[in-house]
């Protein structure tokens, strides 16, 4: 846990977190902590039962706001996409008058990718820390949907050179994954709405209009990833039309092979039967005679069919 006074953007760590329960003269307290320290920070900063209980349940957590008299609690889904499979980690946060807590069981970038943007804001308040953490949050989906995009631009381009049975597996886990986020994305949706419309004491009133402008990207982000889902559904679609004609290639060129070895066979057929008296079957070459009949029709069949693109 680290516990650390922010004034203006600069840090400064604090060793003993119990000096964050006062407000400070200048700046807010920023308490980043593990779910398994919050044991300690429960009572020191009024924390309710079902909070903890939410944080430290290992079950995937619904985005929400909970609004208390001291402080708000709020969950929000940050997002990843590490080889090729999408994860969404719980991001709590307990929002206080001058205090902000991040609770969180696996490292999340966003909360190191934040720091910059407090110092360059020169950021003194935990509502508006809040702001551009959530900010950072909504515009990851962004980058992660790009990454899809490009996903599903590469599959599409791989089907049409060279169908392969693996690219089926691809497929279905893919719009599995797209399915599964723009279910999640939902809830995500709601909780910027309260932010943006609900009434808010320790968010400020001209703040929480921003909030509106990351609503208005999340349902952006649900547009975009209901876009995937029917570049999926034609993926599919492409994946069983290249079969086919894979297919229907092969058919065209064994039926090519059957058609030329038709008269061959009828040849040989004749030639093979026990009677004495066919024509030049007595013959010294007759044998040779045959087999270059047979090839001057085999190569002939073939050379006709190449000219016509049947093979």
Known sequence: MKTRLVRKGVFTLIEDVREAVSPPSEGFYWIDAHVDELASLQPLFGLHDLEVEDCLSEEEQRPKLEVHEGHYF????????????????????FLGRHYIITVTRQKINELRSVKPILLE???DQPDVFLYHLIDRVVDNYFLVGDRIETRIDQLEEDILMHTKKSHLEEIINLRSEILWLRKALGPQKELLHALNKRDLKLIDNQLQHYFGDIHENAVKIAEAFDTYRDLIGNLREAYQSSLAGRANEIMRVFTALTTIFMPLTFITGIYGMNVDNLPGAH??????????LMLVVGFGMFYLFRKKNWL
């Open 74 to 93: 709020i969950v929000i889904n940050s997002i990843r996409f590490d080889d090729e499979e999408i994860f969404l980690r719980a991001l709590n946060i």
């Open 121 to 123: 804001e020169q950021v």
């Open 283 to 292: 013959y010294r070459w007759a044998a040779y005679g045959l087999l270059g």
